[in-house]
């Protein structure tokens, strides 16, 4: 079970900050990472984070978004500043354990809208 909340309307330049949690058990040990999607588009990855706090991010979010996670909470974090309007979109937690034979589980998304 994933719980992501923090979405909602914002303008150009502003920030928002998502949170996701997920079961104790499986968090501790997982890959965790935001993806999103707007509309006529391909779900995409945001960022990633592994166990240990290693993190990834797509290029057109560098330097502006910040992935983050407390293992005693089970929760991730994705702050985003500097919002631009592409960055609309629905945007989806999910608990990677593939690499560990598992599979991945995805939350509920949370939307985000951007205004110029």
């Known amino acids: 079970q994933l719980q992501a909340s923090g979405g909602g309307l914002v303008q150009a330049g502003g920030s928002l900050r998502l949170s996701c949690a997920a079961s104790?058990?499986?968090?501790?040990?997982?890959?965790m990472a935001w993806y999103r999607q707007s509309p006529g588009n391909q779900r995409e990855l945001v960022a990633r984070?592994?166990?240990?706090?290693?993190?990834n991010y797509a290029d057109s979010v560098k330097g502006r978004f910040t992935i983050s996670r407390d293992n005693a909470k089970s929760t991730v974090y994705l702050q985003m500043n500097s919002l631009k309007p592409e960055d609309t979109g629905v945007y989806y937690c999910?608990?990677?354990?593939?690499?560990?034979?598992?599979?991945?589980?995805w939350g509920q998304g949370t939307q985000v809208t951007v205004s110029s």
């Open positions: 999910a608990l990677d354990l593939t690499h560990i034979g598992g599979a991945v589980s």
């Open positions: 984070i592994t166990r240990l706090g290693s993190t």
């Open positions: 104790k058990r499986s968090f501790s040990v997982s890959v």
